[in-house]
């Protein structure tokens, strides 16, 4: 090992030892914090509007003016959406569990003795390549410890952060999807509310309650199509962000800690 290499190593050494020992749970935590804020209040609209859909299922509202029948089944039309919102649903709350399983590993990592012993291994690391006398093959396995403690250590942090400045980016998206379905759902209550009434009506209230009820079911029928697709655009942004991106940088760390780091120079 050359004089140079050694100075490169050094100092590689002590960037690592400055970053295991370095506390980093009450910086990356608000991240999660905010992060798990708000998926819990997505989960909360997603809940609200699939309760008023429960509601509206199984509801058929016979219109009968002049003779003529006619049938409008909102739970049938809203079943779709229905579907689509439960796996929603499930996806967040598999969100809410990886955020918490993250902040369970920052936790961890950042524990006082945990961040002295690495501190004091990495010193030791910088104590044996400093010395020429020992072998270059131990002086290297060392190196390679070190670095592997580093990056296990960082990575959580390196994806919290990840994640947290894509959720930021894609937040106007997202409110924009959320503002759809906040709108079905305040519709589909009305459409509740004018069903109960109708029904403890007399029979000219109760007719021309339902005549008013086609025009709130056109709407409905209108903004379903919307809704799905918000509810699409959540659920790809929750698979983007808590699970295609800790699979990534699971990935990567994977391969630098097995594949480079573990080949022999």
């Known amino acids: 090992m050359t004089n140079n290499q050694r100075i490169a190593y050094l100092i590689l050494l002590i960037a690592c030892s400055i970053l295991l020992w370095m506390p980093l749970a009450s910086n990356i935590g608000q991240q999660l914090t905010s ?3 708000v998926t819990l209040s997505v989960y909360a609209v997603l809940r609200g509007l699939n309760a008023v859909i429960s509601m509206a299922q199984g509801t058929e509202l016979a219109i009968e003016p002049m003779g003529i029948g006619v049938t409008l089944a909102p739970g049938e039309l809203l079943d779709p959406l229905n579907d ?3 796996q929603v649903s499930s996806v967040l709350l598999v969100a809410s569990a990886s955020i918490g399983i993250q902040k369970i590993i920052l936790n961890l990592g950042d524990i006082e003795l945990l961040r002295w012993v690495l501190a004091a291994i990495s010193i030791i690391a910088i104590l044996i390549v400093a010395i020429k006398s020992i072998s270059v093959s131990k002086q290297k396995s060392v190196i390679r410890l070190i670095v592997v403690l580093t990056l296990l250590r960082l990575i959580v942090p390196t994806m919290v952060l990840t994640s947290n400045l894509m ?6 998206e997202r409110q924009q999807s959320i503002a759809v379905l906040i709108s079905t759902e305040n519709e589909v209550r009305v459409l509740n509310q004018s069903t109960a009434s109708g029904q403890d009506a007399g029979w000219f209230e109760s007719l021309a309650a339902k005549l008013k009820l086609t025009d709130i079911f056109t ?3 209108a903004k379903t199509d919307k809704a799905v697709m918000a509810a699409v655009y959540i659920l790809a942004e929750f698979v983007l962000v808590f699970i295609f991106i800790p699979l990534l940088f699971i990935g990567i760390a ?4 097995f594949g480079r780091f573990s080949s022999r120079d």
């Open 35 to 37: 992060m798990l804020t």
């Open 254 to 257: 994977y391969k630098l800690i």
């Open 84 to 86: 689509m919102i439960e």
């Open 219 to 221: 709407s409905i029928k």
């Open 167 to 172: 959720q930021t980016w894609l937040e106007s």
